[in-house]
């Protein structure tokens, strides 16, 4: 029911978003093919050091997108990156036959389209400050399940020669692809739900508004030196 909120496309209950391409997919949840979809962990389960679960981070609707189940299947657990040499295509057909492209990829490899790679760094920013201990990203005190805190380091998600090279490629894809009224709009919708905004969007979209709680843009953190 929550994707119909957060994640609708058109009106209705018939159809909703994919992440990736922002294209429109049947409201089916399926374990493979096209006609469906899966619940994408943007930062895998796999490469979360165990931390991902039934609830936590592992059921955080900030990082927690439907995606269409043949592009979630060739994003796999690879890591995120800009691919400079030969890559896959990864597309699927919508419900009204358009094929839409969500990505590329390699065998360990996959680059969101340049309209979703902002997306994807804000998202990963979040998840980064919200799950590590206080202790690994300067903070004073971990939330009291402690099962949910623990080590999240850039570079387990993102390839990249170090954890500085690993934030300044998301930093870049940032600042390429600006906050959109489809991140506003589930953002918005995500705090209802369960009161978790991404702040990494917040500022981008107005310092000033009542749905900011946190006037510091979390990108802002990793500027500095």
Not at 43 to 71: F, K, M, Y
Not at 145 to 154: A, D, K
């Amino acid at each position: 029911t929550n994707c119909f909120k957060t994640d609708p496309y058109g009106t209705g209950n018939s159809y909703i978003r994919d992440f990736y391409s922002s294209g429109k997919m049947n409201n089916t949840i399926v374990s493979s093919g096209s006609n469906g979809w899966n619940r994408e962990h943007l930062w895998c389960q796999s490469l979360s050091n165990g931390l991902w679960g039934e609830s936590g981070g592992g059921a955080d609707l900030q990082h927690l997108r439907p995606t269409v189940a043949t592009i979630n299947s060739d994003r796999g657990s690879k890591k995120y990156a800009t691919i400079t040499g030969s890559k896959t295509e990864s597309t699927y057909v919508d419900p009204d036959g358009k094929t839409m492209t969500g990505g590329y990829y390699t065998s360990t490899l996959f680059e969101p389209i340049d309209s979703k790679k902002g997306d994807v760094a804000r998202i990963l920013m979040y998840t980064y400050m919200h799950y590590n201990k206080a202790a690994n990203i300067s903070g004073t005190k971990d939330g009291s399940t402690s099962s949910y805190f623990g080590t999240l380091n850039f570079t387990n998600v993102v390839s990249a020669t170090n954890e500085d090279a690993a934030k300044q490629l998301l930093l870049t894809w940032n600042e390429s692809d600006a906050v959109d009224s489809i991140e506003i709009t589930r953002n918005i919708e995500v705090k209802k739900s369960t009161t978790r905004m991404n702040n990494t969007m917040a500022k981008q979209r107005d310092p000033n508004a009542a749905e900011a709680p946190i006037p510091q843009e979390t990108a802002l953190v990793f500027l500095k030196p």
